[in-house]
């Protein structure tokens, strides 16, 4: 490798093209789109920096780097790379990489519109970037894209909730060092505007308005015509008004070839038009069609077209489609140019005009198109022609057709030259004379001259076609009356000598056949001149033409135009008159023709011509020059002319007036020809004439040649100044003032040109003339008549305009003092002569564009004007006047005073800080915070702030009176400041840009002012001030806007470089502030504390640094702070651990603090400490407080941490973490406040038991006294009780209700003994005694009898580092939920933690896992073991009250697991049992609570033999006790379970443990412990057999006939199993009599016969559980643990490769029976009520199946006569036998055996019910799956454990049973 060697200018910055990964600690991590500054290169490496982290450098490769242009600078040594690129290049790559970190975030919150819209913005960008680095583009295209790009940006910033990005006009980044604070607020405004605009545009379809300029066109492309016409056809396009029956746009023609394609191959494809000059008016009209007439082009009658003796080429009728277009010309509905529209074609009748046809579509009459039509799309374009040629120059690549509107459009442009006559040809009415028929005539037209002659190529069938020299009309067959309501264009030259132009019209019959057609002659002319005889052009209206008979062969035009052409004309010269006799007209070859008659309309649009005869006279003014009435009648009515007219002459128009001007003499007449200056003045200002302004500036700048004008335009315009009082001038004054800039500029222009005619002569005159009217005008503004209103306001309004011109004619030398001494002071004057209440809004318009001027620019005139101007804003907002106004006028003076053009501005800052500021600010505190203003002034107070220098500082501190005065300055905007920066600050969050600059701005004013407090403030001290000071800089530099560490890197970047940190220079400026308050610190302790501890929390290490000192020193002050009228010192530093450790608790848990912090906080403050030694007490001291921080931010950073978590049980447990904390350091305020907060959570869980254990903890700490309370032990929720009983007893109810809501009744009636001694013995209050005794023996009723489901327990290890630090290796016991069963749980553990891995068995997990990053759950079930009740010992005590404490107020738990897992011998089934203590009983303030120790022991075989079948009797016990309380409930579980023990088909029952029964096991295992544990093995079983005859009978009493047959099937399997019991097992069972009955005595709950009489007198640690109710059982109930008849512990997850175990089929029809009736067991399970009502089997149980095959039949089960026969009873019992059979008959239980019964391989089995230990004897050594439950009656039911049946006292005919009698032993 070669060496090292830097980096030239060209390889200085690069791109990432792919991602680079590596973990060598010199490489440095690449993601594609990275930017990086190469500083060395060598080979095939680079040596650099990646720009989102400059602090970490490494090497790359060389291939994976793009190489970019860039220009290199050096800036304080340090190279700065700066991108070649254009800004917009630069700006969308930013973008990109910004929000390619963001919007997929979109998706994982499901915004997927929003994902979609950003995906899309995001792909629009690129290719926007590709085409501008392409340099493919125009200039003008480049900036139509940037604008593009940056709306894009603007709106996906919106999306992303990302800063909004304020640009320049130019559509770049304003950079806000060069900009005004004025101009960047303005900025921000408009970017508001503009996306919400856009968002509101875009966001739907619906609300889409498109934004319609002052012209709009129609874009229609013809996409195919779908018609079979046989010959050549014309397509004739135009737009059609429905209301007004005519066309409103010129036709677009389009020849359509007998192929079925255009004529013209090259216009395949490209048939486009556009239909322009649309505008405004033409939106509102009701209905308009998009109309194409079809034309045949051919023979007479297309039946003969093969016949080539026709006559060809005619013009025929033949249809007509038409579409509705007025959605789209309204806006009302979207164009899209790829969407095609169908125009259905509609053909013309035998005797249908193309007119007629047109009527009956637009009427809505049905026709049947047969699928012909014309296929069309459009789109609507914004602009006029020009515009849109440039805005869309792809659509005019071909040969796109123009179609105009038929007139002027309603903005006519400059240079829009057009000399067009509209010729509609409408109807006609011809005699047949000679003729048989009527004529099928057809009409030629011509344009003539005055010779006759022809004009070539003037006339145009419309657009897409060349122009031609004659036209020739459709023709209608047979027709006397034609209608044809065609219309062409002609179109004449401008240059073309207009006089003598006439339309020709010729009329021909036209013959089918081609040789009678050719002997046809024209039989009739008509004619009508353009032009008529005074000049003017032919009228825009019908007009009926006279036809002539054509005598001669050559016709004579001198001769003809003599003729009348209308019947109008023809009546004007009195040949209709009455009398007349016989008309006969004739001349030049032509006779009248009275019986014919022809109709035709004109539409003249003409630059050049036009109608009006007094325009025209005022064009032709030298010809009436001496006729001084006919004159002034014109210059009268020019006011009446249609403003078209004046602005189509303007240039003519300007110089006759001004010509006629300087030709007469008159007053009058001057006068006159100033009102038509003015009025045409006005006209131009009008909005539809607005473009016309560069017409008459052109023409004042070129044309305009008056030089001696300018005296008769200041005299004429004096006088009427002059006159302003007298009404007959004030109109025309008033339209005078409005155009004063345009007379102005006539006035200048015009002196400019006698000036350069003269050499300057007559300046002294003019310069007192204008003075003159200056002064006039002047005095006008001290008119208080309120007829001078509007002319004052219009001057106001309009003087402004005129003072750049005034200057323009002054020499340069005098401008100086000229403009200062007399213009300023005419202006100041001028506004200032208008009364204070007159015209307010109008003075300061005036002032507010008097800004704007070019006067305002020198500095000089600003000393003049800005004082006055600056005074009358002030006055009007002290007084709340013109606020909007006044915003604007200071905004624009700040605005053009941050200019340099202007500069220098020192003295003008000084003026405005003087006398605006104070008013600003007090305007800024008074303003509404929802105004729109609030922010303006803002901005005004910012850019004064922002250009004052420290000296301007200084001079405004100065100036004020008093130090009362400064204070109360100080305070007002200290208060201000800390307004501005505080969360509900001025401007919106995602004004980045004017927040920052606020901020920068602020903060400089700080520090001055922080001078000005210590110098002018410390002694005498002002603590309000110097608290306001802390307060506000506190909130400026904890703000949401300068916490870099929440932004990206590149905005992070950004800040930096241009303000820097600016929360690391306002906390120095703290810290100076705070050690040089001296020995006033102590004034601010306790009260600082929390600000400075906000601040230090700031994730900016210099600033923790720098500012966690200060606590050691308040720490200090408060020790050292010697005590009131006393010698000694505080000696301790309480109120500030008090406030620390409360604020710390508040602001870490909102989100701040770290590790750093933690870690800073303790070494600083630890150093400090240490090295104190002066004083050893706050050494000590100081050391155990930083050590209690350290604890309690770890804590709470855990709790923080977890609360972001939506696991409400790790809240929990931190919680309980800082709880216990606080409790440890005497903190009751923060333990009562964490103590509510679990109560609230527990209760948002519904753990009602819990929550009332919570609250508990809280009476605890209140005395049954009515002692007021501390504030600290107020209830936030019960405000109101202010003293220590009421609060405890209100909270003693809150814990009765949720332990009630707990089903938690015992503890409820502990609760309600306390109220009740209280009530009893102390407040006597015996209506709350009887309430809460009532309440109290609703208790005890509903421990008897309201079920309440058994808690299962939970067994979790936390094994790993992956897991949150408080459970990091650490094993829970949990409490589940109400039928969560260890499948349920497990899922709910996996879904908190989706990412562990779940471990498969018991084993203590390896160092390994205990270090791993990973995370591994270890979770199983454990059993409880009931603690010793005193209470309970030597009592009888109902099965349902002692329940309760088998599963409640726990400590101890135990869990089995075999040691050899794959032994098939019973022998050696030993089981693993390990016992499990807990930090506190369950249930209690937690759900869960950890583990505190551990012990594990064996189980021998014989004993867990005897634990499984004696789980499974008090499984029955139960099921029977329930049965005997509750008769109603369903018989279906009870016979599930009995079939279990009866017809085992899972691990054989009682008959796997036979081994253990046999002589041969004693004599091997010859042990005393061994005999015992045989005796009861069979004691046990006895009593099973007697618990299944009892429920066998009560089975056989409760079950239904469609049970019958089951019934017997477990009968017979019953008396089976008493046989191999006594035959194989030497258990010696009674005899059955005959009559069926049993000789027991009845069972009941608690018999005294069934007490244990010593037979056993050993027990093991496991041994088992004795009957409840003797001393011995009360002795033993700690060591031996309830047996477990689950069927594993340990969860794991299933296989379903798994397949199910052999023997699992039952293919009998009790088989069938059994699965029914596991499927209704399984519904009630799985319903969780089993009180509903009872679901009836109704499907009947048939023999219909084929029997199954011989070998399959199980050889155990008895014959089939068997089934039905009833069962026998068991009797005489031998004595010992019914001994042990007694003692083991009490054992109660609540859970199921997991062998109880068989289910088919399609049903999976019921998962087990809840025993005391887990039976592993059948377990292999591969746990198998647990398979998935499907209940056969709702497959979609939830799985839950199905609840036991609730418990009722059994009725009975003869009343309860009398209680057994107590047998003495």
């Not at 949720?1298 to 109220?1315: A, P």
């Amino acid at each position: 490798m070669t060496r090292w060697c830097p980096t030239d200018g060209r390889t200085k910055y690069g791109v990432a093209i792919c991602n680079f990964k590596s973990r060598d600690q010199h490489c440095l991590t690449l993601s594609v789109g990275d930017t990086v500054h190469i500083l060395e290169q060598s080979d095939d490496w680079f040596r650099g920096y990646c720009f989102r982290n400059k602090a970490l450098k490494g090497i790359f490769p060389r291939c994976y780097i793009h190489i970019k242009e860039a220009s290199v600078t050096v800036e304080s040594s340090q190279e700065c790379i700066h991108p070649k690129e254009p800004p917009i290049v630069q700006e969308i790559s930013s973008v990109l990489r910004e929000w390619s970190s963001m919007w997929k975030q979109l998706f994982v919150v499901r915004r997927k519109k929003d994902f979609e819209k950003i995906r899309d913005m995001m792909h629009s960008l690129i290719n926007s970037r590709r085409l501008i680095l392409s340099r493919k583009l125009t200039n003008e295209e480049v900036r139509d894209l940037q604008q593009k790009v940056t709306t894009e940006i603007d709106l996906g910033n919106v999306l992303l909730e990302l800063d909004l990005v304020v640009r320049d006009d130019k559509s770049n980044i304003l950079d806000p060092e060069k900009s005004s604070a004025i101009e960047v607020y303005r900025q921000h405004v408009e970017a508001t505007e503009r996306v919400q605009t856009e968002r509101s545009r875009t966001e739907s379809e619906s609300e889409q308005k498109i934004v319609w300029r002052s012209t709009y066109n129609l874009y229609v492309t013809v996409r195919n015509f779908v018609c079979r016409v046989g010959e050549e056809s014309e397509l004739l396009m135009t737009l059609y008004d429905v209301k007004q029956s005519k066309f409103i746009s010129e036709n677009y023609v389009v020849r359509w070839g007998t192929k079925g394609m255009p004529k013209d191959l090259d216009k395949l494809n490209n048939l486009r038009v556009l239909f322009t000059d649309l505008g405004p008016k033409d939106r509102l009209r009701e209905k308009v069609y998009l109309v194409c007439q079809v034309i045949r082009l051919g023979v007479m009658d297309p039946k003969d077209i093969e016949n080539k003796k026709l006559t060809q080429g005619l013009r025929r009728p033949f249809g007509v489609a038409a579409m509705d277009v007025t959605s789209y010309i309204q806006g009302a509905e979207d164009t899209d140019e790829d969407k095609q529209h169908f125009i259905p074609f509609f053909q013309c009748g035998e005797k249908e005009s193309l007119e007629g046809v047109i009527k009956k579509v637009l009427g809505g009459k049905e026709v049947n198109h047969k699928g012909q039509g014309l296929w069309v799309s459009m789109e609507i374009l914004q602009g006029d022609i020009k515009q849109v040629r440039e805005e869309n120059p792809q659509l005019f690549l071909g040969s796109t057709a123009v179609a105009r509107k038929m007139g002027f459009p309603e903005v006519i442009m400059p240079g829009d030259v057009r000399n067009d006559i509209y010729v509609t040809l409408l109807g006609g009415e011809f005699n047949k004379y000679s003729k048989t028929s009527d004529k099928n005539v057809e009409v030629t037209m011509h344009v003539c001259n005055h010779k006759g002659e022809i004009l070539e190529n003037v006339i145009s069938l419309g657009a897409g076609e060349r122009l031609i020299s004659e036209y020739k009309s459709v023709i209608y067959y047979h027709e006397d009356k034609p209608r044809w309501h065609e219309t062409v264009k002609v179109a004449i030259s401008i240059e073309e000598e207009f006089r003598g132009l006439h339309l020709k019209f010729m009329y021909k019959h036209r013959s089918s056949t081609e040789a009678k057609d050719r002997q046809e002659k024209v039989f009739g002319m008509s004619f009508v001149k353009l032009m008529n005889e005074n000049g003017t052009t032919l009228g825009d209206t019908d007009h009926e033409i006279l036809v002539y008979k054509i005598e001669a062969k050559k016709l004579d035009p001198s001769k003809y135009l003599d003729l009348p052409t209308t019947r109008d004309d023809l009546e004007n010269r009195g040949y209709l008159q009455s009398g007349s006799g016989k008309l006969v007209v004739q001349g030049g070859g032509l006779t009248l023709s009275l019986r014919d008659s022809i109709q035709i309309s004109s539409l003249v649009c003409s630059t050049k011509l036009t109608h009006n005869v007094d325009l025209l006279g005022l064009l032709k003014w030298q010809e009436i020059i001496n006729h001084k009435k006919l004159l002034k009648s014109h210059l009268d009515s020019i006011m009446k002319v249609d403003g078209e007219e004046i602005v189509k002459f303007l240039q003519d128009l300007l110089d006759s007036l001004f010509s006629i001007m300087m030709q007469t003499t008159s007053e009058a007449f001057d006068n006159l020809v100033f009102d038509g200056l003015v009025h045409i003045i006005a006209l131009i200002s009008d909005r539809k004439y607005h473009q016309f302004r560069r017409v008459l500036d052109a023409y004042i700048e070129t044309n305009f040649s008056f030089a001696m004008a300018y005296n008769k335009l200041l005299v004429i315009f004096k006088f009427y100044i002059d006159n302003a009082n007298e009404k007959a001038q004030q109109d025309s004054l008033l339209k005078a003032m409005k155009s004063i800039e345009y007379i102005i500029k006539f006035i200048i222009r015009s002196r400019l040109l006698f000036s350069a005619i003269n050499e300057g002569r007559g300046k002294q005159q003019f310069e007192i003339s204008m003075k003159q009217l200056l002064q006039s005008i002047n005095g006008m503004m001290l008119f208080k008549e309120d007829n001078t209103l509007l002319v004052q306001g219009a001057a106001l309004k309009y003087m402004c305009s005129t003072v750049s011109l005034v200057m323009t004619v002054f020499d340069p030398l005098e401008l100086s003092h000229l403009l200062v001494d007399f213009i300023d002071n005419v202006l100041v004057d001028f506004i200032d002569n208008v009364p204070r209440d007159r015209l307010t809004h109008q003075k300061m318009t005036c002032v507010d564009d008097l800004v704007h001027t070019e006067l305002f620019k020198l500095a000089d005139c600003r000393a003049v004007l800005l004082p006055k101007m600056l005074q009358m804003t002030k006055e009007l907002m002290e007084r709340d006047e013109e606020s909007e106004l006044c915003a604007r006028i200071l905004s624009d003076i700040m605005h053009h005073l941050h200019s340099p053009q202007t500069s220098p501005h020192d003295s003008d800052i000084e003026i405005v800080m003087l006398q605006i500021l104070r008013t600003v600010i007090q305007t800024v505190i008074a303003t509404d915070r929802c105004s729109s203003l609030t922010g303006h002034y803002v901005a005004i107070m910012i850019s004064i702030l922002r250009q004052m220098t420290e000296s301007h500082y200084n001079t405004y501190v100065n100036n004020f009176a008093t130090q009362i005065d400064l204070l109360d300055f100080l305070i007002e905007i200290l208060m201000l400041f800390q307004d501005l920066v505080g969360k509900d600050g001025v401007y919106k969050s995602d004004w980045r840009e004017m927040t920052l600059l606020q901020n920068s701005v602020i903060l400089k004013s700080l520090r001055l002012f922080a001078a000005t407090i210590k110098e002018k403030f410390f002694s005498p001290f002002e603590q309000q001030l110097w608290s306001n000071f802390f307060h506000c800089a506190i909130s400026f530099l904890t703000q949401e806007a300068l916490q870099l560490e929440n932004f990206s890197s590149s905005k992070r970047q950004k800040i930096i470089s241009r303000y820097k940190d600016m929360r690391r220079e306002m906390g120095f400026e703290i810290r100076a502030m705070w050690f040089s308050l001296g020995p006033n610190r102590i004034l601010f302790i306790p009260e600082m504390v929390g600000p400075f501890l906000e601040m230090t929390l700031i994730p900016e290490i210099e600033l923790r640094k720098a500012t966690i000192p200060m606590f050691f020193d308040m720490m200090h002050v408060e020790f050292t702070q010697p005590v009131p009228n006393s010698n000694r010192l505080q000696g301790n530093f309480h109120q500030v651990e008090n406030e620390v450790i409360t604020q710390l608790d508040a602001l870490v848990e909102g989100g701040r603090g770290d590790q750093q912090y933690m870690e800073l906080v303790y070494d600083i403050l630890h150093m400090l400490c240490e090295k104190h030694t002066d004083i050893k007490e706050l050494r000590e001291q100081g050391l155990a407080f930083v050590e209690m921080i350290k604890n309690l931010l770890q804590r709470l950073m855990e709790y923080r941490h977890i609360i972001l978590d939506e696991n409400k049980e790790h809240r929990m447990s931190c919680i309980v973490n800082l709880l216990n904390f606080y409790h440890n350091i005497g903190r009751q305020q923060m333990y009562i406040r964490y103590l509510n907060k679990l109560c609230d959570l527990h209760l948002s869980c519904d753990n009602y038991t819990e929550a009332a254990f919570t609250l508990m903890l809280y009476s605890k700490l209140l005395q049954w006294t009515e002692e007021p309370l501390h504030p600290m032990l107020i209830s936030k929720k019960y405000p109101s009780i202010t003293c220590n009983q009421a609060l405890k007893e209100q909270l003693y109810y809150d814990m009765i209700d949720f332990f009630d809501k707990g089903k938690m009744f015992e503890k409820g009636i502990e609760m309600c003994k306390e109220l009740v001694k209280l009530y009893e013995t102390e407040q006597f209050d015996y209506q709350k005694l009887s309430d809460v005794l009532r309440k109290q023996a609703g208790f005890y009723d509903c421990i008897l009898r309201q079920m309440r489901p058994d808690p299962e327990y939970f067994r979790v290890g936390y094994y790993g580092r992956g897991f949150p630090s408080f459970l990091q290796n650490k094993v829970f016991i949990y409490r589940g939920k109400e039928y969560e069963r260890l499948s349920d749980f497990n899922a709910r553990l996996q879904n908190l933690f989706p990412n562990a891995q779940l471990m498969r068995t018991l084993s203590a997990p390896g160092e390994d896992i205990l270090q791993s990053p990973n995370q591994y759950l270890q979770i199983n079930a454990v059993s409880p073991i009931m603690q010793d009740k005193e209470r309970f010992a030597n009592k009888k005590v109902s099965e349902q009250i002692l329940k309760y404490y088998t599963v409640n107020d726990v400590q101890k738990f135990t869990y089995s697991r075999p040691i050899q897992e794959d032994s098939n011998d019973i022998t050696t089934l030993y089981l693993e049992r390990t016992n499990l203590l807990t930090e506190y009983p369950l249930p209690g303030i937690l759900r869960w609570f950890q583990v505190t120790s551990t012990e594990t022991f064996q189980v021998t075989p014989l004993e867990n033999a005897i634990e499984t079948i004696d789980g499974k009797n008090k499984a029955l016990q139960s099921m029977l006790s329930q049965h005997k309380v509750d008769p109603s409930l369903r018989i279906d579980p009870l016979g599930l379970t009995l079939n279990g023990v009866v017809d085992p088909s899972v691990n054989g029952g009682i008959t796997k443990y036979k081994v253990f029964y046999t002589e041969d096991y004693l004599k091997r295992n010859a042990t005393e412990k061994d005999f015992e544990l045989v005796m009861k093995l069979k004691s046990t079983t006895l009593q099973q057999i007697k618990l299944v005859q009892e429920g066998l009978k009560l089975h056989r009493r409760k079950a239904p006939e469609s049970l019958r047959p089951f019934h017997n099937h477990m009968e017979s399997r019953f008396r089976e199993l008493c046989k191999i019991l006594e035959k194989d097992y030497g258990i010696h069972i009674s005899k059955v009599n005959e009559s069926g009955n049993v000789s027991l005595k009845r069972n009941q709950s608690m018999p005294s016969s069934t007490y244990i009489t010593g037979t056993v007198t050993r027990h093991s640690d496991i041994g088992v559980q004795s009957v409840p109710g003797t001393p011995e059982n009360i002795s033993m109930l700690n060591k031996t643990p309830p047996s477990s008849g689950r069927v594993q512990s340990v969860w794991v997850k299933p296989d379903p490769q798994r397949s199910p175990a052999k023997g699992s089929l039952i293919p009998t029809k009790v088989g069938n029976i059994i699965r029914r009736a596991s499927h209704v067991s399984d519904s009630l399970r799985g319903s969780g009520a089993l009180t509903e009502q009872p679901i009836e089997l109704s499907q009947q149980l048939t023999p219909k199946r084929p029997p199954r095959p011989e070998n399959d039949k199980r050889g155990s089960r008895g014959s089939a006569h068997f089934r039905d026969q009833p069962l026998s009873l068991l009797n005489n019992m031998n004595s010992s036998s019914t001994s042990l059979a007694s003692s083991a008959s009490n054992a109660s239980t609540t859970t199921v055996s997991d062998f109880e019964e068989t289910e088919i391989v399609e049903e999976p089995p019921p998962l087990p019910e809840k025993a005391s230990y887990a039976d592993y004897t059948n377990v292999s050594s591969e746990i198998p799956p647990i398979p998935q439950r499907i209940s056969p009656l709702r497959p979609n039911q939830k799985k839950d454990k199905a609840p036991p049946p609730l418990p009722v006292q059994e009725e009975e005919e003869n009343g309860p049973p009398a209680l057994p009698q107590k047998t003495i032993h």
